[in-house]
């Protein structure tokens, strides 16, 4: 079935490391994107891509970073600059602003 | 980026309608109106969306204003599965893939 995966569903890091949170569609869409949620918050962009080999940041990109070298996957690494990285992180996909846009089931990362 | 102003809760009992309203005054006119809900834990899901003319599909029912400066999203017949934040998002139709910014969204909640 087509759809966006996200993995791992939950993730335990120790402060100071780097991760990488992993994203992957296989519908085609050109366009994939990196929430982060806080709990009782809403939803705040870090970084959307529009197209292979090139992104933008959102509102929150600082101690964030993403690659899109395949269309099919947009991973999101979390680094050690990023002061308050325990967040639930949701990454979506769509075609244009005139479709629907997917979103996958989000990674819980909690850095201990 | 045309901002949207959604209530911050609202109630409703089960198997009544609901009108989930979403003012955004300084929509422009490539902006479509789209609905997502999130359920707790999980990705928001895609509702409707629509441009200029009321929508209707198998989950709800999308009224715009004639001016487009407000919406409302209309579940017919409201059940305890429907319970969740609603956000009201406007995304450009640009021919490639738009920001898609959230609010905070209306928490629903359906009572028996």
């Known amino acids: 079935d087509g759809g966006i995966t996200q993995s791992p569903k939950y993730l335990f890091r120790k402060e100071g490391q780097n991760v990488t949170l992993s994203c992957e569609q296989n519908l085609n869409h050109d366009a994939m994107y990196w929430y982060r949620q806080d709990p009782g918050q809403g939803l705040r962009l870090i970084y959307y891509?529009?197209?292979?080999?090139?992104?933008q940041k959102g509102d929150i990109a600082e101690g964030y970073s993403v690659s899109r070298e395949k269309k099919e996957s947009f991973p999101l690494t979390v680094t050690s600059a990023q002061k308050n990285p325990t967040a639930f992180y949701l990454c979506a996909s769509s075609i244009d602003g005139g479709s629907e846009a997917f979103f996958g089931q989000g990674t819980r990362l909690t850095v201990v | 980026d045309a901002k949207t102003t959604q209530p911050n809760s609202m109630e409703s009992n089960e198997e009544e309608p609901v009108h989930l309203p979403c003012n955004h005054s300084?929509?422009?006119?490539?902006?479509?109106i789209h609905w997502y809900r999130q359920l707790p834990s999980q990705g928001p899901e895609y509702v409707i969306h629509?441009?200029?003319s009321n929508v209707n599909n198998r989950m709800a029912s999308l009224a715009i204003a004639e001016d487009r400066k407000s919406s409302t999203l209309i579940l017919h017949r409201a059940t305890l599965r429907d319970a969740a934040v609603y956000y009201c998002?406007?995304?450009?139709?640009?021919?490639?893939?738009?920001?898609?910014?959230f609010g905070t969204g209306t928490r629903l909640q359906v009572t028996l």
């Open positions: 998002i406007l995304r450009k139709n640009t021919g490639t893939a738009s920001k898609l910014t």
């Open positions: 891509s529009q197209i292979v080999n090139d992104f």
């Open positions: 300084t929509i422009s006119g490539t902006d479509y």
């Open positions: 629509g441009l200029t």
